[in-house]
């Protein structure tokens, strides 16, 4: 099965609006990352968080080890946030494997 | 900030012909990475190498093989190109030791006609 699942796979907000994504892992967590990519772009790094609770602007991201999840919480959306969100655990010192991704579409 | 740089950034190719990515960064980063991105399939990882010298397959690593001459230098390589690797295809370098953030290049856009 699948080793890291993003949820959902899709969200719709109207601006103004919170969200929170998720991404579960089955395997051990050596480094855990969030990514943000436009359509056609490259993957902008938002957080590298491998434990614990991190900051940035309106958004925070949680990692809790035991649960085997990670979370993004995005705060007051507007409709720049559109985009893809992927998460990135590292299983090990070498290898890192991504999500399928969570699409977000923030109406005005 | 690392700076990791693909080329070509855009290619077209023809079955049965042979394509090389190259992919370089200037960080002195030990791991590098090639994953490729199809909608429905995310990003999934081809080869990835732990310094120079050596080359790990990934998840789908079938009809691609990897070259790590140099720290700098990653390449992967379609000896026989096919419509199914039309794709684009991201590399990505990593520290193992201080800093284990991914950085991403821009990407190319492989299509095989």
């Known amino acids: 099965g699948q080793q890291v699942q993003q949820s959902p796979a899709s969200l719709v907000l109207q601006e103004g609006e919170n969200a929170e994504l998720q991404c579960n892992f089955s395997t051990s967590l050596n480094s855990m990352q969030w990514f943000y990519q436009r359509p056609g772009g490259s993957l902008v790094s938002l957080f590298y968080?491998?434990?614990g609770t991190k900051h940035s602007g309106r958004l925070t991201s949680t990692t809790v080890i035991k649960e085997r999840r990670s979370s993004l919480h995005i705060s007051s959306s507007q409709t720049t946030d559109s985009g893809t969100y992927l998460c990135a655990l590292g299983t090990n010192a070498y290898k890192v494997i991504f999500g399928k991704g969570t699409h977000l579409h923030v109406l005005p | 900030e690392a700076a990791v740089t693909q080329s070509p950034r855009n290619k077209v190719a023809v079955t049965g012909g042979k394509v090389t990515l190259s992919c370089n960064q200037t960080n002195n980063h030990n791991n590098m990475y090639w994953y490729r991105q199809d909608t429905g399939h995310g990003l999934r990882l081809i080869h990835y190498s732990y310094g120079a010298g050596s080359t790990e397959k990934g998840d789908i690593p079938d009809g691609y093989k990897a070259s790590r001459p140099s720290q700098e230098n990653f390449s992967l390589i379609l000896e026989l190109a096919t419509p199914s690797q039309t794709s684009v295809y991201f590399c990505?370098?990593?520290?193992?030791?201080?800093?284990?953030?991914?950085?991403f290049g821009h990407g190319t856009k492989l299509s095989v006609l």
């Open positions: 968080n491998p434990s």
């Open positions: 990505a370098s990593r520290q193992i030791i201080s800093n284990e953030r991914l950085f």
